[in-house]
Structures are given as C-alpha cells and as structure tokens.
Nanobody, 119 residues
Framework: QEQLVESGGGLVQPGGSLRLSCAASRSIFNMYAMGWYRQAPGKQRDLVARITRAGSTNYKDSVKGRFTISRDNAKNTVFLQMNSLTPEDTGVYYC?????????????WGQGTQVTVSS
C-alpha cells in the first residue's frame, strides 16, 4: 500500500525552480519527521532536507539557502521548494518519513520523482 506520493518533479534549466510535494497518510505524516532524500545515478541516497513534527529543519550543506522544506499539517503534505537549481541537483527525490529520532528509526519511502537540471 502506497502511503507517500511525490509529485512536482521535471526538467528545469540551471537557475530555475521547482516545488516538490509529498502527500502522506495521516499516521505516516504524524511520525517524528518527514524529509526529502536524493539519489543520483551511481550514488547513495542521501538526505536533502528534513522537518520534524515540531517544525525544526535541517538541510544538506550544498542546498542551504536554496531549498526550503515546509509542511502543511492540515493537508498531511510536505513540500520542498528548490531555487537556483544546478545540474548537481539532478536525481530522483524520495519522500521519507521516520518514526523516531533514534538510529533504530523505521523509515517509510515514496516511489520518487525525477528532477533533471540541464540546459
């Protein structure tokens, strides 16, 4: 059963912007944190941005000042606003939910949405 559904990816020129959305079931959305991960070809999936249930955020260093993660609690939706995109931002972006702050957290994943930054 799919409980995280991403949308908003696509092809954009360098310097452009995209906004990703992730719609979640209520139970998944209300876990400890929601986040966005990115996986480029031949690379490991790594954290881009995360927002906790309480609203605190953290970002991958390379996206600080360009990306903003936010959540709409009434709609069980998390967003990633991406500005000043570069080719290095290309990859599949996955929505994530984690059940706790501990290393033993249980993770839930969406199917991913492709973001391609190219001239």
């Amino acid at each position: 059963q799919e409980q995280l559904v991403e949308s908003g990816g696509g092809l954009v020129q360098p310097g452009g912007s995209l906004r990703l959305s992730c719609a979640a079931s209520r139970s998944i959305f209300n876990m400890y944190a929601m986040g966005w991960y990115r996986q480029a070809p031949g690379k490991q999936r790594d954290l881009v941005a995360r927002i906790t249930r309480a609203g605190s955020t953290n970002y991958k260093d390379s996206v600080k000042g360009r990306f903003t993660i936010s959540r709409d609690n009434a709609k069980n939706t998390v967003f990633l606003q991406m500005n000043s995109l570069t080719p290095e931002d290309t990859g599949v972006y996955y929505c994530n939910a984690q059940s706790s702050w501990t290393a033993a957290t249980q993770n839930y994943w969406g199917q991913g949405t492709q973001v391609t930054v190219s001239s």
